[in-house]
């Protein structure tokens, strides 16, 4: 079985799938996909993840090759063809804490911080073209869209 990971160095997503790949010790071939440059939205990496995300993970298992897409499911994929050493201590309560963390990651820290967000909710070019290591200005701006309790306002859905 051959592995080649498509991903961006600064993509969380990426650092995630490729720190499991050499915590597993699987040999794997890197491809930069340089999102700034917007090759992410080129027809051969659509080829490999529609949504144009990274990280994209080609299998080749012996001349059939098939793509995984999403950290998660290619960390999954992982532990299940690749158990030892396993990502997850043997704890099933540690198991689900460290699942628990790992979604909040996922679905409540990293979208904050994907460049189509920052394209969208900045106005500094700065910002929108080096990502959220250059300013936090974003996170700010994007925080004050919604009413706060401290602000005299409630957050919808949330209280």
């Known amino acids: 079985m051959k592995l080649t990971l498509f991903h961006y160095w600064r993509s969380s997503a990426s650092w995630r799938t490729r720190w499991a790949l050499i915590h597993k010790g699987i040999p ?3 491809r930069a996909v340089d999102l700034l440059k917007g090759e992410n939205e080129a027809p051969e990496h659509r080829a490999r993840n529609p949504f144009g995300y990274v990280p994209a993970l080609e299998i080749d298992e012996g001349g059939k090759r098939w793509m995984l897409t999403e950290s998660l499911a290619i960390l999954e994929w992982l532990e299940e063809t690749h158990p030892l050493p396993s990502l997850y ?13 790992t979604e909040t990651i996922n679905a409540g820290t990293q979208p904050l911080q994907n460049i189509g967000v920052l394209e969208r909710v900045s106005d500094q070019e700065e910002t929108r073209r ?4 250059t300013s936090l200005g974003w996170a700010w701006k994007l925080s004050r869209r919604f009413p706060s309790p401290t602000r005299g306002g409630t957050r919808s859905g949330m209280t």
């Open 28 to 30: 794997f071939e890197y």
């Open 89 to 101: 201590p043997g704890n099933p309560r540690t198991r689900a804490h460290i699942r628990q963390l």
């Open 130 to 133: 080096d990502g959220p290591g």
